[in-house]
């Protein structure tokens, strides 16, 4: 393995586009990797939150569907039926 270069600065593109990737996320990370010690890729990862009164229903994509929406009472609009 080479020992890394004495120079180990950033360059100012560089360091613009890490600062874009962390000012893009807003619950998230951002990861670099590196390899012999150089950042030869930049990842940004974006978590959504969600209100805590999502349900998820059972049974998946091809469960019946209620017709009564539980939010407001009032009948939705189920396609075929």
Known sequence: MMP???????SPELLQQIGEA???????????????ARIVQIERAEKTRVQSSAYL???GAHAPVSRDDRTSGSPRLVPGR
């Open 57 to 59: 229903t059972t049974g």
């Open 4 to 10: 890394p270069p004495h120079d180990t600065r950033l």
């Open 22 to 36: 962390i000012a893009g996320v807003r619950f998230g990370y951002v990861h670099l990797t590196i390899h012999d």
